[in-house]
């Protein structure tokens, strides 16, 4: 699969992930979290820039299950765009753990197989060690919702 399908698989399959509501994009509300509130709040995760995905490569974490869904899809584009970055061994590693991956209705089908394209895609080129990642990613989302 070439990374403009990627990519639009990606952006239709998460254009209907629901917003969380501004009180719920965090879980904690310490200087770190607040402050990612603050940047994504009241923007779609296609309004948050390359570079600023870039920036808060290990952000991903903080957010609520709800938010994780609505906004790991900008992460996504960014690694799938530029597979040797931080960005993409960061959501390789948050795919593969399974931490806060319970949002409300759960994930899509279309949601989840657009996850398994994106590893598919990751996986021709990441090196050896995130390998084992892609692994265990790919087990995890084979699970169907
Ligand atoms: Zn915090």
Do not use: N
Not at 90 to 100: A, H, I, M, T
């Amino acid at each position: 699969m070439e990374v403009d399908e990627v990519m639009q698989q990606i952006k239709s399959a998460f254009a209907d992930a629901p917003a969380p509501s501004e009180d719920s994009i965090i879980c904690h509300e310490c200087e770190e979290c607040l402050a990612l509130r603050d940047d994504v709040r009241g923007h779609t995760p296609d309004e948050l820039s390359d570079s600023w995905v870039e920036q808060s490569f290990d952000q991903l974490p903080f957010f609520s299950d709800d938010a994780k869904r609505y906004y790991i899809s900008a992460f996504l584009r960014v690694a799938a765009l530029k597979p040797d970055s931080l960005v993409s061994q960061y959501v390789l590693f948050s795919l593969s753990d399974g931490f806060r991956m319970q949002p409300s209705g759960g994930y899509s089908p279309q949601q989840r197989q657009a996850i398994r394209d994106f590893l598919g895609y990751i996986e021709t080129c990441v090196d050896e060690f995130d390998q084992e990642y892609v692994t265990k990613a790919k087990a995890l989302w084979q699970t169907v919702a």
